[in-house]
């Protein structure tokens, strides 16, 4: 009975590892990084090379590059019915409110020092209400740092009690 109870328990371990791994969601202008990475286990980064957008993938040490503007070989596919599914935006907004904004940084200049001064106390008031770093610049610079996290264990939860709540409210 224990050469089944380690292989149940392995399993488990890798499941409980998968559902509160962070999951980290990165935009920065001044490395030039645009990406999403699964803790240490995976990452995948977006770059501009040759004029050409490619994205690097690395999975536990295996690292592929995939060129997005190539063309690729076309396969003919059966033509299925697809289901129409309606978009919910109650669902969309539960989602959302799971993710985590670990730093957030926005510094934009729009080129025109008429609309920097009119945008100036909109910013400033958002700055204020979020508590994060955002502001117009007269300095010609536009720069975004941001980093936002979540696991797949806050999705779940969020879908289903969406779900449940969307069918208590159908039933009534």
């Not at 001064?117 to 955002?134: A, R």
């Not at 779940?156 to 009534?172: D, E, G, P, Y």
């Amino acid at each position: 009975m224990a050469w089944l109870f380690f292989p149940l328990l392995i399993i488990a371990v890798l499941l409980g590892y998968l559902l509160f791994a962070p999951i980290y969601l990165e935009i920065n202008s001044l490395n030039g990084l645009c990406g999403a990475r699964l803790h240490h286990l995976a990452s995948a980064n977006l770059v501009l090379v040759d004029s050409s957008f490619k994205i690097n993938l690395s999975i536990i040490g295996w690292k592929k590059q995939i060129d997005l503007l190539s063309k690729r070989k076309t396969r003919k596919k059966a033509s299925r019915k697809k289901k129409s599914r309606k978009f919910r935006l109650g669902l969309f907004k539960v989602l959302l409110k799971t993710f985590k904004v670990n730093q957030c940084y926005l510094s934009i200049d729009t080129g025109d020092v008429q609309l920097n001064g009119l945008l100036y106390p909109g910013f400033y008031w958002l700055n204020k209400y979020t508590g994060k770093s955002i502001g117009i610049n007269f300095l010609g610079k536009n720069e975004i740092i941001l980093q936002i996290e979540n696991n797949l264990a806050r999705l779940i939860k969020a879908f289903i009690l969406s779900t449940l709540k969307t069918k208590r409210s159908w039933k009534t």
